[in-house]
Antibody, heavy 124, light 112 residues
Framework: EVQLVQSGPEVKKPGESLKISCKGS????????TGWVRQMPGKGLEWMGI????????RYSPSFRGQVTMSADESISTAYLQWSSLGASDTAMYYC?????????????????WGQGTTVTVSS | DIVMTQSPLSLPVTPGEPASMSCRSS???????????LDWYLQRPGQSPQLLIY???NRASGVPDRFSGSGSGTDFTLKISRVEAEDVGVYFC?????????FGQGTKLEIK
């Protein structure tokens, strides 16, 4: 079964650092991009960026560039999203999803598998 | 960035009746390979989003054929031929023509 399993909920204080994870299984993790999507409480979906584990090619949304860092360890089929200094506005649900065909456009077939989401709460 | 605009924001539907929602982009999503890079996703209450339609009109694996996507360029439509109770949730369109990919604000489908 193809799936993405994300790390558990986090409660942090402003200024703290955080790294959440997304582990893929049932497919060739290195050959698919992993995307990250934010959903603030009661709001819509925001595309944060994507990373290709095979070569660490990363594309950030300008809205999130410099605010978060995406990384991946293909040896353990895991992608990461990290913050060096959290703020209250980072409180949200974060989803990972897989996709392909970002460069070879003929292979694009949507963000077809999603993780269950990681809730991040930042509060003093 | 490409701006995605969905309408209506709220869509009350009687079970068994059809439903239709719109998504418009601020620039054409038609690639030179003739594909429109427009997806539809459904987020049921308390769940992760799921892919319904990719490249404007292709149903994802396991998606019932009562869902259909159409459109080209800047105007796209998602239709449900006969709404069922399990279709309740928020429908998002997303453009994948160029990064950053961007989502519409969502259409909330509810049962009358």
């Amino acid at each position: 079964e193809v799936q993405l399993v994300q790390s558990g909920p986090e409660v942090k204080k402003p200024g703290e650092s955080l790294k959440i994870s997304c582990k893929g299984s049932g497919y060739s993790f290195s050959d698919y991009w992993t995307g990250w999507v934010r959903q603030m409480p009661g709001k819509g979906l925001e595309w944060m960026g994507i990373i290709l584990p095979r070569d660490a090619d990363t594309r950030y949304s300008p809205s999130f560039r410099g605010q978060v860092t995406m990384s991946a360890d293909e040896s353990i089929s895991t992608a990461y999203l990290q913050w060096s200094s959290l703020g209250a506005s980072d409180t949200a649900m974060y989803y990972c999803a897989r996709l392909r065909g970002v460069i070879s456009r003929d292979f694009y077939d949507g963000m077809d598998v999603w993780g269950q989401g990681t809730t991040v709460t930042v509060s003093s | 960035d490409i701006v995605m605009t969905q309408s209506p924001l709220s869509l009350p539907v009687t079970p068994g009746e059809p439903a239709s929602m719109s998504c418009r982009s601020s620039q054409s999503l038609l690639h030179r390979n003739a594909n429109n890079y427009l997806d539809w996703y459904l987020q049921r209450p308390g769940q992760s989003p799921q892919l319904l339609i990719y490249l404007g009109s292709n149903r994802a694996s396991g998606v019932p054929d009562r869902f259909s996507g159409s459109g080209s360029g800047t105007d796209f439509t998602l239709k449900i031929s006969r709404v069922e109770a399990e279709d309740v949730g928020v429908y998002f369109c997303m453009q994948a023509l160029q990064t950053p990919y961007t989502f519409g604000q969502g259409t909330k489908l509810e049962i009358k």
